[in-house]
T-cell receptor, first 110, second 113 residues
Framework: GIQVEQSPPDLILQEGANSTLRCNFSDSVNNLQWFHQNPWGQLINLFY???GTKQNGRLSATTVATERYSLLYISSSQTTDSGVYFC????????????FGTGTRLQVTL | DAGITQSPRYKITETGRQVTLMCHQTWSHSYMFWYRQDLGHGLRLIYYSAAADITDKGEVPDGYVVSRSKTENFPLTLESATRSQTSVYFC????????????FGEGSWLTVV
């Protein structure tokens, strides 16, 4: 099956810093989503981004499908950004099944 | 807008017992999913359903049974719970009209002793 690798596995930032999280995938996809899991375990969808660039406030994401990677940018980080960020992909031709990476754990400190 | 709800949120059960985790969504989404989350493995798909009465296996289906008699409900049953099924279980749903964005429930923490 498709492989999803996220980097870095762990990241510690001071509040106000910027960061870039990367997601590499091993096959073509027709669906890619980024999620944030907060410290209480809740999974929140950030972006549906199988290709192109999207922005939502301090967060933006870019997927280059032809090169099989996606980037999540966090600018002016806040302590509420702490948690785990997951990239999840769906193979072309399968039925809305997402394969998740193992995540990037982000800690934002004061 | 209730969204997607799971019950129970927390459960402790004994090895060998049958356990059912409930999932209910109010959006009439066609697709529903069950994932389990374990340290070091991220989220792995157990079963999914494309519509009522249509279900299919995911990556780790062994030891689990699902049904979907109504669009809004997608229960997950552990027929004979084992310690290796101790995990956090997430139900999710999506539909094409939501842009394939997947929405997750709050999770069910299950401990098998």
């Amino acid at each position: 099956g498709i492989q999803v690798e996220q980097s870095p596995p762990d990241l510690i930032l001071q509040e106000g810093a910027n960061s870039t999280l990367r997601c590499n995938f091993s096959d073509s996809v027709n669906n890619l989503q980024w999620f944030h899991q907060n410290p209480w375990g809740q999974l929140i969808n950030l972006f549906y981004i199988p290709s192109g660039t999207k922005q939502n406030g301090r967060l933006s994401a870019t997927t280059v499908a032809t090169e099989r990677y996606s980037l999540l940018y966090i600018s002016s980080s806040q302590t509420t950004d702490s948690g785990v960020y997951f990239c999840a992909v769906q193979n072309t031709g399968t039925a809305s099944k997402l394969t998740f990476g193992t995540g990037t754990r982000l800690q934002v400190t004061l | 807008d209730a969204g997607i709800t799971q019950s129970p949120r927390y459960k402790i059960t004994e090895t060998g017992r049958q356990v059912t985790l409930m999932c209910h969504q109010t959006w009439s989404h066609s697709y529903m999913f069950w994932y389990r989350q374990d340290l070091g493995h991220g989220l792995r798909l157990i079963y999914y359903s494309a519509a009522a009465d249509i279900t299919d296996k995911g990556e780790v289906p062994d030891g689990y049974v699902v049904s979907r008699s109504k669009t809004e409900n997608f229960p997950l049953t552990l027929e004979s719970a084992t310690r290796s099924q101790t995990s956090v279980y997430f139900c999710a749903s999506t539909t094409a009209s939501s842009g394939n964005t997947i929405y997750f429930g709050e999770g069910s923490w299950l401990t098998v002793v």
